[in-house]
């Protein structure tokens, strides 16, 4: 398939996991990049297999939760490839502390990153989704539709991320554009290797977020992404999608 020819794709958090996946994917179905993410080893990677995949690749490093690298990325996608169909918000950090353990800098940071950055990003990418009638994809999370134990500010973030995207499509439907979010469950992914767990954890409460198929790996979310996002996508608007094998169900 080749869902995306002509059309120019910005993708953050796009160094590994998720971002990697779609990045991937979106080359693969024929569209431009914009690439960001703060590491700058992995991006580099994901943007070389991009581009042997055929697609014309630029990237940004950018950490989501600041205004004027949010803005500095959209404008490097518009100087290089002219124009912007489809953003990706995937950029998102994540801990596993139990709630009267947590830190108020980890849950402002949390917040900073998951739900501001999306939203600075959005911001910054309307006008030109606006141009060419173009589409958001967010990427919530399970944790905003049940409770996930251990995730106060993850879940609470993700589910900011769920309702400004509702916003978003209530706002700008008769303009043209989509929004819509992406509610993956467990996820095999660098960032739920790195996040950790309080000492000692109740397994039980744990086992409530597990698929009921097996772990998947990020390749089964970037599909979705690129089926929301493309014209087989064209009535999806302000929907939660959840991909997680069942286990909210």
């Not at 297999?49 to 600041?66: H, I, N, P, R």
């Amino acid at each position: 398939m080749r869902r995306f020819e002509d059309k120019i794709a910005l993708v953050t958090g796009a160094a590994s996991g998720i971002g990697r996946a779609t990045a991937e994917r979106l080359a693969k179905e024929g569209a431009a990049l914009l690439l960001c993410d703060v590491q700058e080893e992995g991006l580099a990677a994901t943007a070389k297999q991009c581009e042997e995949l055929g697609a014309k690749v630029a990237t940004a490093l950018c950490d989501v939760s600041k205004p004027d690298a949010v803005r500095a990325a959209v404008a490097a996608c518009i100087q290089e490839h002219g124009a912007l169909d489809v953003l990706v918000n995937v950029a998102g950090i994540l801990s596993l502390e139990r709630t009267e353990e947590v830190h108020l800098e980890t849950w402002e940071r949390i917040l900073s990153v998951n739900l501001t950055g999306t939203f600075l990003m959005c911001q910054a990418a309307l006008p030109y989704l606006l141009e060419r009638g173009g589409n958001i994809v967010n990427l919530s999370s399970t944790s905003a539709l049940g409770g996930m134990a251990y995730g106060a500010a993850y879940g609470a973030s993700k589910g900011g991320v769920l309702a400004l995207t509702r916003t978003l499509a209530v706002e700008y439907a008769k303009r043209g554009v989509r929004a819509n979010a992406i509610c993956p469950g467990s996820i095999k992914t660098p960032m739920t290797t790195r996040s950790g767990l309080p000492e000692d954890p109740d397994w039980k409460l744990l086992q409530r977020a597990m698929p009921l198929d097996e772990p998947r790996g990020p390749e089964t979310v970037a599909s979705v992404i690129a089926m929301i996002a493309s014209e087989d996508g064209a009535h999806i608007n302000g929907e939660s999608i959840r991909v997680d094998g069942g286990t909210l169900s």
